[in-house]
């Protein structure tokens, strides 16, 4: 639970701009500013930081308050902010957890001699932010060219656009004692199951944590404590407006972040887990067969190596019309080391590219799959069979669009080949099993699994 300053602001204007110095490191901080400014005759004093308020926002706030009488000073504060603040966003705070929290991030607070108990906040904060374009991971071919930003309130924006309904709710609420970062539950009122808002209300107010230092994914592991057996994620993500809206519309919950450029989705399924943008923007029957064919490659990728390795134990078990599958060449190394160590290599391959400059990470690759690939068939470390198989798999990885699903899919390959390399076919029997309890006890937290089956 986020901790919270209860002190009261004092009636004296001197006790208050003495606490206030002395919580804000003004002297140490360079970006703090603290302005004196006279107002009708009243000492006043401004708390803001720089870099998220413009200075023309500031100068214009400013001209306003020095062309301020004494006989136009108004008795109150709230007042004063109806006739002498240019600003639309403007509050009255009487405490100073409202003031740190405001002023932290990036609101300007004004203290002005006189009014006692109040101070006057200004929201005319201008966050930096990036443009809205496209995301990389979740490109559409017909659909929008927009994507989520770091900015909280542009991403609601985006949705907001998208559903110009009354009953489109946007709440917003904090988590983490340190950061005090922002989150905002986006969803219809009228189609949305209350008993899962009011779960993920209590459960955010309820967080004990200091910070959300990998913002979303801090979240997540916070909401939801996952079992480090089960890689299955609990959650979809998007980076895709349209795709977050789509599902409002379908009443589900839509968790945005502050400083994060995705959404978190929820209830979820594993059906909601391999579909993509794509599927939506072609006709039904193209829909249709994308999602087909995205699922059969899905299931590919966790039994087609493991399937493959069953029966060149088993080459009797093989029909004569696929009797030329079979290995031809010498095997020098057992064929589930080199199925282990080629998705070993995969990954290095992957996390060579992601590190490696966006110029640079083409050749990388083609150097990589074919002179690499080549060789080392060639010098006996691998057969050209468990090459092709393996780049099938490599390549049948990103058809879906999941990252962290891929790599569950990874995990229950490798336990399959493990099982059935150790135990024939009881093994790979015992491994089907396995994967099939994975699915169905995986408890999301919307109290479902990914078969959409309520779990007690």
């Not at 798999?393 to 336990?415: D, H, I």
């Amino acid at each position: 639970m986020v901790q919270k300053n209860e002190k009261k602001i004092s009636a004296s204007f001197e006790e208050n701009i003495t606490y206030m110095n002395q919580v804000l490191p003004v002297k140490e901080s360079f970006d703090i500013i603290r302005r004196e400014i006279e107002i009708g005759g009243k000492e006043s004093v401004f708390y803001y930081i720089d870099g998220f308020i413009k200075d023309e926002a500031m100068l214009k706030i400013m001209d306003s308050f020095l062309s301020v009488t004494e006989e136009n000073m108004p008795e109150d504060a709230e007042g004063f902010a109806k006739k002498h603040v240019p600003y639309v966003e403007v509050d009255i705070l009487e405490d100073f957890d409202q003031v740190l929290r405001n002023v932290l991030s990036g609101a300007a607070v004004l203290f002005i001699d006189g009014y006692p108990g109040e101070c006057i906040c200004i929201d005319c904060r201008t966050y930096p932010a990036r443009s809205v374009d496209e995301p990389d991971k979740d490109k559409s071919l017909r659909g929008s060219r927009d994507g989520f930003v770091e900015t909280i309130v542009f991403n609601t924006a985006l949705i907001r656009r998208r559903i110009r309904d009354p009953h489109l709710v946007m709440e917003m609420t904090e988590a983490g004692q340190v950061s005090r970062t922002d989150i905002a539950l986006c969803y219809m009122s009228d189609r949305v199951d209350q008993e899962l808002v009011n779960n993920l209300k209590k459960r955010i107010e309820s967080l004990n944590i200091g910070d959300l230092r990998m913002n979303q994914q801090s979240l997540a592991e916070a909401l939801f404590k996952r079992k480090w057996f089960n890689p299955f994620p609990k959650f979809k993500y998007t980076e895709r407006p349209d795709t977050a809206a789509a599902c409002v519309l379908e009443g589900k919950v839509i968790i945005l972040v502050d400083n994060s450029p995705s959404a978190m989705i929820l209830p979820t399924s594993i059906l909601d887990m391999i579909e993509e943008a794509n599927d939506y923007y072609f006709p039904t029957l193209t829909g249709v067969y994308l999602k087909v064919t995205r699922t059969l490659i899905t299931i590919a990728t966790v039994f087609f190596t493991p399937l493959y390795l069953l029966f060149m134990q088993n080459q009797q078990w093989l029909p004569e019309a696929f009797a030329f599958v079979a290995v031809r060449d010498t095997v020098n190394i057992p064929l589930i080391f080199q199925f282990l160590l080629l998705e070993l290599s995969i990954d290095g391959l992957r996390l060579a590219a992601m590190n490696t400059p966006t110029m640079l990470s083409t050749p990388l690759s083609v150097i990589a799959g074919i002179v690499m690939g080549e060789f080392s068939v060639q010098s006996g470390w691998f057969n050209s069979e468990v090459m092709l198989y393996m780049a099938f798999v490599a390549v049948a990885n990103y058809t879906q669009p999941n990252f962290e699903l891929g790599y569950a899919l990874k995990f229950m390959r490798l336990m399959l080949l493990v099982l059935t390399a150790a135990f024939n076919l009881y093994g790979f029997i015992a491994g089907c099993i396995l994967v099939l309890c994975f699915l169905i006890f995986n408890k999301t937290l919307s109290g479902r699994n990914y078969m959409n089956v309520k779990l007690n």
